[in-house]
């Protein structure tokens, strides 16, 4: 699904396709699109009024309006958020179409259905995002801040950077990716990892998260930007999907898949060491 930086992608085309345009109105084509409010009372708030802005919060695009309403998209799994033209109408999977000024609409779809929209006002979208841990681009994440916030824990690292409650945005691909950079094993305990261990993992994380913006994103199947181009930052990874294809590292291994806490999990068994540097560690630090 979208990760933060597919939905910033889609964040800046908005911004820089869309903003200042009028929503002369909007069609609701799947009414358990919306979670809130009503589906026609989301279809009369919205027609008439402005895009003023896009940003995003974690995975949350949010459409800012002028009437002081944001629209907030979770874009699940298969979510597109489409402007036709230049892109060809889409004809299957529609959610959602704002019609706007200039004979422009955006479609939203889904093949996979689970995307869902809430109009807020300023009051509801900061409950909706209050416990929503730091971005990994903000200046108060790095290592400090993991070791507070999930440094004692005894459960697996993976699990825990996942949780969008400890950082916001960061999803499957990133994760694994950041902890093959770090070589840390993802079922590593947290309260075994060093301040070494969690200063590569902060780094690791950014230096993916920065390069899956610069390349747009990551297109496996269904994300698209807003102007149905695929990112490319799929043919930069090392270890996501990648199992079978021999380690980018110099161990000569290979990359598996295995499941951890439900996730399919990519990693490099030589080089990201289950024990931890010198084998030890499964035992606490405390
Ligand atoms: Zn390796």
Excluded at 83 to 96: D, I, K, R
């Amino acid at each position: 699904m979208p990760e933060l930086p597919e939905v910033e992608t889609i964040k800046e085309d908005l911004r820089e396709l869309v903003a200042g345009s009028e929503i002369e109105r909007a069609e609701v084509l799947v009414p358990n699109l919306v979670e809130q409010p009503s589906p026609e009372e989301f279809e009369r708030r919205i027609e008439g009024v402005s895009i003023s802005d896009a940003t995003r919060r974690a995975k949350n695009l949010i459409v800012e309006l002028d009437s002081g309403d944001a629209l907030v998209l979770q874009l699940k799994i298969g979510g597109q958020f489409l402007l036709v033209p230049p892109v060809q109408e889409p004809n299957s999977a529609l959610m959602l179409v704002l019609h706007l000024d200039g004979n422009r609409r955006l479609f939203l779809r889904d093949e996979t259905g689970y995307t869902r929209a809430s109009l807020l006002d300023q009051t509801d979208l900061e409950a909706r995002f209050s416990g929503l841990g730091p971005e990994p681009l903000d200046e108060g994440f790095g290592a400090e801040y993991l070791m507070e916030a999930i440094g004692g824990r005894r459960a697996q690292v993976k699990p825990l950077l996942l949780d969008q409650k400890v950082i916001g945005g960061v999803g499957n691909i990133y994760v694994d990716e950041s902890l093959f950079d770090a070589r840390i094993h993802p079922r590593r305990k947290a309260n075994t990892l060093s301040r070494a261990e969690w200063e590569a993992i902060a780094r690791a994380i950014r230096e993916n998260i920065t390069a899956g913006i610069e390349h747009r994103g990551t297109t496996f199947s269904l994300y698209r930007d807003v102007l149905g181009c695929k990112g490319s930052h799929q043919d930069h990874l090392r270890v996501f999907m990648r199992q079978g294809k021999p380690c980018p590292g110099d161990c000569g291994g290979k990359v598996v898949r295995e499941k951890l806490s439900g996730r399919a999990t990519y990693l490099c068994p030589a080089c990201q060491d289950e024990d931890g540097p010198g084998g030890d560690g499964r035992l606490e630090l405390e």
